[in-house]
């Protein structure tokens, strides 16, 4: 069963950090750009970061650039997100996702450029 599993959610005040993981099972990550994506109550989906397939390429969207960080461990099969600073504007629920497409500026927040999503993981920034 090809699936990707999120964790590392939560509540966080304030100027406080999490790291989120997403763990693949059932295919192997090294194929893939990976993104993560978010999607607060009553708001659209939006894409917040993205990974190439090789690591060496990474894009944030300018509401996390500076605080968040993406990154990947093949030898895990996981993509990581690393969020510092949070603030309650962040409050949402972060998906992982997965495209065999080599993705560019005008796509790596695309969500139909995916093929697989993760389930979600609650973040809560509160005081």
């Known amino acids: 069963q090809l699936q990707l599993v999120e964790s590392g959610g939560g509540l966080v005040q304030p100027g406080g950090s999490l790291r989120l993981s997403c763990a693949a099972s059932?295919?192997?990550?090294?194929?893939?750009?990976l993104g993560w994506f978010r999607q607060a109550p009553g708001k659209e989906r939006e894409g917040v970061s993205c990974i190439s397939k090789s690591g060496g390429g990474t894009y944030y969207a300018d509401s996390v650039k500076g605080r968040f960080t993406i990154s990947r461990d093949n030898a895990k099969n996981t993509v990581y997100l690393q969020m510092n600073n949070l603030k309650p504007e962040d409050t949402a629920v972060y998906y992982c996702?997965?495209?065999?497409?080599?993705?560019?500026?005008?796509?790596?927040?695309?969500?139909?450029?995916?093929?697989?999503w993760g389930q979600g993981t609650q973040v809560t920034v509160s005081s």
């Open positions: 059932g295919f192997t990550l090294d194929y893939y750009t």
């Open positions: 996702a997965a495209s065999r497409l080599l993705l560019d500026s005008m796509t790596y927040y695309t969500g139909a450029m995916y093929h697989y």
